[in-house]
Structure formats: C-alpha cells, structure tokens
C-alpha cells in the first residue's frame, strides 16, 4: 500500500469517525421535563379526568401513555419518594430514608431535616450533567444548592426572613417623601415594622394619594416601599403589591401585601396583610440568578395557612398566594427551558400534597367530619388538581418536537382520624425515660422514635454509636426484640375514637335515608356500621420492621433507625407521649404501606418517542430514572435500582 493511499484511509476513517459522533449526537436530541405534583392520588387523578375537570392532563393521556399506577417506596414520605423519582434508588442507598431522622453521632433527639441534606448517590441532575448533557431543577426536592453543586441552572427554596402578619396602620401628614405623585387630597403616610431573623429589622412606608379629581377626599391610590422614595408602584385598595427588601448585606428578599381601607378619608385608618418575607436559592451561570429577580422577582411564598385561620385573608385571597408560588416555578422553569435549552428539566408543585394534609375529610371517623364539611373540604382539594392541570397545560404548549413530558408524582394520600404516640409506648415499657422536669433521662433511655407522616424510625441508644449511648452491644439484638414486642402488644379499642363515631352515627344514619338509598345499599352501609362498631380492637402499628444495617449494628453509617413503623389506615405519628392515641392533627397522611389503594402514585408520559393512547401496567417510581436515562442516551449509573419502564416507549 502507498503512503498516499494509507494516509487517505486515515484521513477517511477519522472523517467516519467524526461522522459517527454527529450521528450519535443527533440520535440524541432528546430533552426531558418532569413534573412532580407532590400528593396527586392515582384514583383522585382519574376520578378528575372522568369528570372533565382536568382538561390537560386528558390530552396527555390520550396523546401519550399512562401507567394504571405508580408505587413509590417506603416509606411513603416526600423527601425518600422523590429521591426515589430523582436517583432510581432505594432510601438505603440514597440516605433519604424519611424527612426527618435522627443524625448520626449527634444527641439523640437530634432531627436532620431530609430536604436541607445531601443525597449520598448522584440524582438525574447531576449524573446527566456530568455525562454532558444541561440539566435544570427548580424547587425540586434533594436540589439544594447548599449542599453542593446541582444541575447547571438550580433555583431551591431559601429562607423565611420574617412570619406574614397583619398590621393597622394609622395615617397622617406625609412629609419628607421624594418624587411624590399628584394627590387632589393632601399626602398622607403611615409605616409598620417588620422583624427580620438573623437580619436587619425593617421599617416600611405607606403613602396614600388621592388621583381623582372629584372634590371628594378619597384616598385610592397607596405607595409602599422600603425608603421614602415614591418611584415604587402604586396599588389600589385590596390589590395585591409586592416589596423587595435587602434583609442583610448582598441579599435580597420580598413579600406580597393586600390593604384594606375602613375609609377611603382614611380616618379610620386602614389594615395591611403582609405575606411572609421570602428568597431563594439561586445557582447558574454568572448573571443567571440577577436575570431570574429581574425577570419574575422575589421566590414567593408556597401559602399562608397562618393568615387564612387568624382570619387576615379569605380562602380566595388564600388560593391567590398558592397559585403565584406554582405560577411563579412554572413560569421560571419554562423561561429556562426556552432560554437556555436544558436537555433535562425537573420542576415541583406542592398544593395538591398541602391541601390534602388539611382537607381530606372523607372518613366519618375523622374529627368534625360531617357530610357538609367534607363535599367543601373536597371542593379545596379539586381546586389543586386543577391548578395542577394548569401547569400541565402551560408546559405542553411550550413542548416542540424533541420534548418529552413526564408527569410523575411522590405519593398519594390516605384520610386521618387519629394521631399515634410511638414515644408513649416506648415510655410505657420503660425504654424511654423522663427526669423529674419531663426531659428525656439519656443516661436511662434505651430508644426513641422520631415520627414522620405515618411512618417513624425507632434508634436504639447503643453504647459507641450514640453520644450518650448505654446499651451494651451484646444487648442490641435483645433490646430490639424487646421494642418490636412493644409495639405489637399495643391494641387500639375503635371506640377510643367511640366519641367521633357514636356523635356521626345518627347523623350518617340520617343522610343515608335523606339520601333516598335502595334497601340493599342500606344493609350493605349498615354492615359496614356493625362490621366497624363490634370490630373493635385493632393493632394500629400495621407494619414492624427490622432494618438490616450495613455490617456490625455498632457502626451508624445510615440514617434509618434500627425499626421502622409504619401506621395502619387512618393512623398518623404524633410527636408527644402523652396517650397511646388521640384525634389527628391533619385531615391527611402518607408514609404508609405504598400498596395501599389512596397511597398509590400517578406515573404518564407523552412524547415523540412514547406511544399514544396508551396504558401500561403499574410502574415504580424506581424506574423514572432509568426510563429518562435511556431517552437521553446516556449509561445509566450501577447504583440504579429500577428498570427502564417497559412498553412505554415507541420500538
């Protein structure tokens, strides 16, 4: 062979090679966004789109495929669930194992909050980006810029500078103010204060002007700002404004305000709601996160239940603050995707998930339960759902060609009656102990359970494991043994909730007869009735499980406790140790057994590579991961424990 020959078939073979490297780049174009809807329900979501309520997320069902369910793991809880979602990985792996546990090596009520820690195996976000790809998270859980690098563009939830409130304020003649408007009425001003934490307190300025010129005193215009500058916008009476405030140097936060006028002369005042002082968690390119303030402001706050109980703002005004949080990270997420092209997008949204921890009265047996309450307790948690469709139907306009939607969720929601007090048992059989001021005695304590959800991790205060351990390592086994009988002996009497049930019961009796029920359906509910009534001792503590640790029980290298509870239906985890059980303090609750019915998660895709039309059979939330690392082209990492989902994808 001639030189000459030889090198032209070395200059081919790099020409090929080069060529194959466009070609597999081509193949994969493919982009992901992912939403997770914390708390939507598999059957309440169908239940919707029967019914018609929720238009977007039929048109992706019918121009892509649904799973007839999504399991998650346990237990059930946001934090592991969407570690889960994110990593394709059991909370063993991830260390995500609830979204609270006790740190280790720290005391022992010590509580590490799940959503400010580091997951221990690499999520979507970051392996993809280390492949190459662009990846991009806004509010998603295990996102947290603090705990190190994320995707390339990251916004997370940052801190709550100061509680919402509301102020009256009184008003007289304003003085001092710059670039003051033309007022047919004399200025006038006001202020309040607000307390920043670990910041600089706050004094802001209301001015009120008059803008019409009817030769009335009617004060309808209102400046608030931080400085008596009157550049700020102005805001009608009961028109929502926001501020931006620097609460310590080089950073900035805000909050959103409503003014209510007893008079429009203002004599007797006026009343201001302000929201919570809020910021975020910004990480990107130089630019990136001054962009993002500029283009949609302050990160706004999630709700304010505080507000609507203390009777500050209507259950409209309510929904108003929720739906510019969700408007707000939909918004930002779709301005990234545009902008700067991510191949991978996760974005979150917690309404659902809020309203159905305060509003799922569905069970008789739940405190103040009556049919009434509930159909518009029902009618909150079907105002979410639609929010939720809202998103879907913003983000399936922005899709083109290359896009691939998943529309996932953490966890579903179960109704809750009654409040379980773990620590109470274990303080019943002398394994938890007080001193005489009713603090935990960690020179006699030999456990505790630190609740979340449904679900609790009990650790075991073993010598050399804990800070103040005193059970000796040859008694691990023994005192393990001796909590997990504990918990099995405890029974609970359903007449204990007997107060709950006997007040309903006329009053269920009653609407099943005003509700004109056939003969046979009034046998069938009053089987139900006699079958709960004299089926009356049940073991609230459904599931009791041993949690394998890694190697010599002495060596706390996970975060999961040595047992791990897990409730029955209609049982939520209390934090006292007061009584063995008591009226729940939520209406809904999840980190129960993911096999439950109302437990069970919502999985659906749509996409040029996902067929049409089409329903699956249940998924895990495990598979996510590896499904969008196949879509992407990418090696899935050997941590991943799920499948690519099968049938989903076009062959």
Known sequence: MSPRIFKVLILFSIILTGMEGSIASAENDNQVILISFDGMRNDLTRKYVKDGKLPHIE????????????????????????????????????????????????????????????????????????????????????????????????????????????????????????????????????????????????????????????????????????????????????????????????????????????????????????????????????????????????????????????????????????????????DVSLFIKNEYEPDLLMFYAPQIDHQEHKYLLTDPRQPDYTPEMSKKYMEYIEWAYQTADQVVGKTVKSLDENDHLFIVSDHGMEPAHSALEPNKVLKDNGLLVLDSKGKIDYEKTKAIAIPSGSAAHVYINLESREKAGIVPQQDYEKVREEIIQSFNQVEVNRNENGPVVSHHLKEMWDSMFNEGLSLTALKENSRDLYGYLMNSNIHPYQDIKKIPKKGNSEMKDQNEGDIL???????????????????????????????????????????????????????????????????????TPSFVEGKPIEKLRVR
Request: glycine fraction near 8%; charge should be negative.
């Open 59 to 330: 048109e992706v069902i019918k121009d892509g495929t649904i799973a007839k369910y999504a399991k998650t793991v346990s237990p059930s809880l946001t934090a592991p669930s969407h570690a889960a979602i994110a990593t394709g990985a059991t909370p063993l792996k991830t260390s995500i194992v609830s979204n609270v546990w006790q740190e280790p090596d720290e005391g022992l009520t010590n509580k590490q909050d799940a959503f400010l820690s580091k997951l221990e195996v690499d999520p979507l976000w970051v392996a993809a980006r280390k492949q190459g790809k662009t990846t991009a998270t806004v509010a998603f859980a295990g996102a947290n810029p603090q705990t190190g690098k994320q995707a390339d563009y990251t916004i997370y939830y940052g801190d709550t500078w100061s509680p919402s409130s509301q102020e009256k304020l009184t008003f007289t003649e304003a003085i001092d103010w710059k670039h003051s408007p033309q007022s047919y009425s004399p200025l006038k001003e006001s202020s309040f204060s607000i307390k920043v934490e670990n910041g600089k307190n706050q004094t802001i300025h209301v001015l009120a002007y008059d803008s019409t010129n009817d030769q009335e005193v009617n004060y309808n215009q209102f400046i608030v700002a931080e400085s008596k500058e009157a550049d700020a916008k102005a805001v009608q009476n009961k028109s929502w404004g926001s501020v931006m405030l620097e609460v310590k140097e080089g950073k900035t936060a805000g909050f959103w305000f409503k003014l209510s006028l007893q008079d429009q002369k203002l004599e007797n005042g006026a009343l201001i709601y302000r929201s919570a002082v809020t910021s975020g968690l910004i990480d990107g390119p130089e630019g990136f996160s001054e962009e993002i303030r500029n283009r949609f402001g302050f990160f706004p706050p999630q709700d304010d239940d505080t507000a609507l109980e203390e009777g500050w703002i209507s259950r409209k005004e309510y929904e108003q603050i929720t739906e510019r949080f969700v408007n707000w990270v939909t």
């Open 565 to 635: 509870l897990m409730a029955a239906p209609g049982y939520i985890m209390g934090e006292g140790m007061s009584e063995i059980v008591k009226p729940s303090p939520e209406l809904g609750t999840h980190g129960g057994d993911p096999n439950r019915e109302k437990l069970k998660a919502v999985f659906m895709a749509m996409g040029p590579e996902i067929d049409e039309g089409k329903q699956i059979q249940p998924t895990s939330n495990l598979d996510i991961a590896p499904t969008i690392y196949e879509i992407l082209g990418l090696e």
